[in-house]
Nanobody, 115 residues
Framework: QVQLVESGGGLVQAGGSLRLSCTPS????????MGWYRQAPGKQRELVAT???????NYADSAKGRFTISRDNAKNTVYLQMNSLKPEDTAVYLC?????????WGQGTQVTVSS
């Protein structure tokens, strides 16, 4: 069973920064792609950013220019650097990993941005 361990959420003021981390129980290169989704209260889960095993990263329009997804192979960890945070970024952020036969999810980490 794949486990995705997330960390790095918290409370920050608008304009601040946070870095989320996600470490899987297997090698990050065993997954076709990894990424981050978020879900705010009363809203659907939405894509934030993804990073494939090979190829280019992908961002939601709301994340472009402010968030950066990256991978540290030595630490077997995927990061989401979030800058210029806004109150509307408040959500539970979930790590996601794709590998046949399905996708895997972390337990989520809360990000709260105060105005």
């Amino acid at each position: 069973q794949v486990q995705l361990v997330e960390s790095g959420g918290g409370l920050v003021q608008a304009g601040g920064s946070l870095r989320l981390s996600c470490t899987p129980s297997g090698s990050i290169f065993s997954f076709n792609a990894m990424g981050w989704y978020r879900q705010a209260p009363g809203k659907q889960r939405e894509l934030v950013a993804t990073i494939p095993r090979y190829g280019s990263t992908n961002y939601a329009d709301s994340a472009k220019g402010r968030f950066t997804i990256s991978r540290d192979n030595a630490k077997n960890t995927v990061y989401l650097q979030m800058n210029s945070l806004k109150p509307e970024d408040t959500a539970v952020y979930l790590c996601w990993a794709d590998r046949f036969p399905g996708a895997y999810w972390g337990q989520g980490t809360q990000v709260t941005v105060s105005s």
